[in-house]
């Protein structure tokens, strides 16, 4: 006798089984956020939010629970642009590495790696290493973007730095940033896709946001 078909994804995700490694995988992506944001507010150097209290709003539409698939993909999308918010301030900042003199690495490095920790236990969870159709898609989206931006150094690189002497060096910078945030979304969107973990994520955002606004902002 074969097992029936679950079709509905509500009860498709409480049929799947959560794995000791899977649960660890949710605590380090939760901590990557926890460290974007203590960083952030605590950071020797000041960073500085605009309009914080939009989006300690954002943070707080995050948290309601909804039915629509079209507004749970919409927090999904406010969640990870409210992440990476602090990871962009923290990648300007660096840190010299302990016992390597002189060698000096971004801030959102101890992020990434939380993430990536993250990311990796949640692998070992076998019913969660097909990824989504939404995360496919997006992830051809993240692709295009990045060969834009390619192609639009290479022809800096033959243009402009020949007859005028400058060219690419602004779209390095730019490069760079897509790259991180192409990383970030690659560790963290699955875990997105979590109701209990987008709302833990929404509630250290909310009370990163609050405190720009009341203390900070």
Request: charged share 15%.
């Amino acid at each position: 006798m074969t097992e029936p078909i679950v079709t509905d994804p509500v009860r498709a995700q409480k049929a799947d089984t959560v794995t000791v490694p899977g649960v660890f995988g949710y605590c380090f992506s939760l901590a990557g956020v926890m460290a974007a944001c203590g960083i952030c507010l605590f950071s020797r150097t000041p960073v500085v939010i605009e309009r914080p209290a939009i989006l300690l709003l954002a943070s707080l539409f995050v948290l309601v629970c909804f039915g629509s698939d079209a507004t749970r993909m919409l927090q999904k999308i406010t969640c990870f642009y409210l992440v990476a918010v602090p990871v962009n301030e923290l990648a300007s900042q660096n840190f010299q590495v302990p016992l390597l003199s002189g060698v000096t690495v971004s801030d959102t490095v101890i992020v990434l790696l939380l993430c990536a920790a993250g990311f990796f236990l949640g692998r070992a969870n076998s019913h969660n290493n097909v990824p989504g159709q939404d995360k496919k898609e997006l992830l051809g989206a993240w692709i295009v973007a990045l060969g834009i931006i390619i192609m639009h150094m290479a022809l800096l690189a033959v243009v402009l730095k020949k007859f005028y002497g400058y060219g690419y060096e602004h779209d390095l910078k730019v490069l760079g940033s897509l790259c991180l945030y192409l990383l970030l979304f690659v560790f963290m969107w699955e875990k997105l896709a979590n109701l209990r973990f987008r709302r833990a994520a929404a509630l250290v955002l909310a009370g990163f946001y609050c405190a720009k606004t009341v203390f900070w902002g």
